[in-house]
Nanobody, 115 residues
Framework: QVQLVESGGGLVQPGGSLRLSCAASGNIFRIISMNWYRQVPGKQRELVAG???????SYADSVRGRSTISRDNAKNTVYLQMNSLKPEDTAVYYC?????????WGQGTQVTVSS
């Protein structure tokens, strides 16, 4: 079993920055990709950014240029640095890991962008 522990959410003013972290632990043989999704009430969960084991990153158009995803393979940890935050970035952010052909989800961390 794999556990994902997220941290770094909170309240931030527009234009501010946050760094989300997600650490994976447990019986992991190989992580294929680590990703961040977000969801607001009444809407589908959407992919924000993802990174492969080889370090290839991809971003949603809504965050490209403002966010950077990175990972520490030794720690099985993925980070999402978000800058120039906007009120529309407000959501619950979920860590998602594809490992050993199984998908795992974190519990979610709230990000609120408001003055």
């Amino acid at each position: 079993q794999v556990q994902l522990v997220e941290s770094g959410g909170g309240l931030v003013q527009p234009g501010g920055s946050l760094r989300l972290s997600c650490a994976a632990s447990g019986n992991i043989f190989r992580i294929i990709s680590m990703n961040w999704y977000r969801q607001v009430p009444g809407k589908q969960r959407e992919l924000v950014a993802g990174i492969t084991g080889g370090g290839r990153a991809s971003y949603a158009d809504s965050v490209r240029g403002r966010s950077t995803i990175s990972r520490d393979n030794a720690k099985n940890t993925v980070y999402l640095q978000m800058n120039s935050l906007k009120p529309e970035d407000t959501a619950v952010y979920y860590c998602n890991v594809l490992a050993d052909l199984t998908t795992y989800w974190g519990q979610g961390t709230q990000v609120t962008v408001s003055s």
